[in-house]
T-cell receptor, first 112, second 109 residues
Framework: IAGITQAPTSQILAAGRRMTLRCTQDMRHNAMYWYRQDLGLGLRLIHYSNTAGTTGKGEVPDGYSVSRANTDDFPLTLASAVPSQTSVYFCASSGQDSNEQFFGPGTRLTVL | GQNIDQPTEMTATEGAIVQINCTYQTSGFNGLFWYQQHAGEAPTFLSY??LDGLEEKGRFSSFLSRSKGYSYLLLKELQMKDSASYLC??????????WGAGTKLIIKP
């Protein structure tokens, strides 16, 4: 692994189903983030984690939950997917020595 | 509220210079970032400004005026590969990034 990986790359999901998007980084970054990106809108922060064991709510947290059991992994769960959660989801991380955020390749999610 | 404004789309010619503007109103300021995002790909870091002035990095330069809530990204000697979206983001008082919607830059031969 080099950098940040996300899985799956894309997914079509029926409304009401539960879904977990996975994110793993190998840079030992303390902070991790989940964003969604929709056409015509900027990236919007869903949840973040400043360090393992802690999480916080971003701008659009409703319908999503996260956990941070260790430094490397930061999964995002949709408990009961709705069509408005159709989006491209990006995971990102940043280290203590830089403000720069590094992004994963994204997950394209379609909820029907 | 917090707001980041940048033009939706710009067109420029290969070899020319283009300036992409960004204005912001945020609760606190801890720096301004520019990212590049090619279609279907993840954003990648271009520049970071926290003090007023110009930061130059090869063909790309970024300028910041904190008193005016204004930044621009200057791209010189444009190449076809520079066709992408350019995202402006401000780090607020909570050190979270507030993102503009991005400027789609189209380069014509």
């Amino acid at each position: 692994i080099a950098g940040i990986t996300q899985a799956p790359t894309s997914q079509i999901l029926a409304a009401g189903r539960r879904m977990t998007l996975r994110c793993t980084q190998d840079m030992r970054h303390n902070a991790m983030y989940w964003y969604r990106q929709d056409l015509g809108l900027g990236l919007r922060l869903i949840h973040y984690s400043n360090t393992a064991g802690t999480t916080g709510k971003g701008e659009v947290p409703d319908g999503y939950s996260v956990s941070r059991a260790n430094t490397d992994d930061f999964p995002l769960t949709l408990a009961s997917a709705v069509p408005s959660q159709t989006s491209v989801y990006f995971c990102a991380s940043s280290g203590q020595d830089s403000n720069e955020q590094f992004f994963g390749p994204g997950t394209r999610l379609t909820v029907l | 509220g917090q707001n980041i404004d940048q033009p939706t789309e710009m067109t420029a010619t290969e070899g020319a210079i283009v300036q992409i503007n960004c204005t912001y109103q945020t609760s606190g300021f801890n720096g301004l970032f520019w990212y590049q995002q090619h279609a279907g790909e993840a954003p990648t870091f271009l520049s970071y400004n926290v003090l007023d002035g110009l930061e130059e990095k090869g063909r790309f330069s970024s300028f910041l005026s904190r008193s005016k809530g204004y930044s621009y990204l200057l791209l010189k000697e444009l190449q076809m590969k520079d066709s992408a979206s350019y995202l402006c983001a401000v780090q607020d008082s909570n050190y979270q990034l507030i993102w503009g919607a991005g400027t789609k830059l189209i380069i014509k031969p």
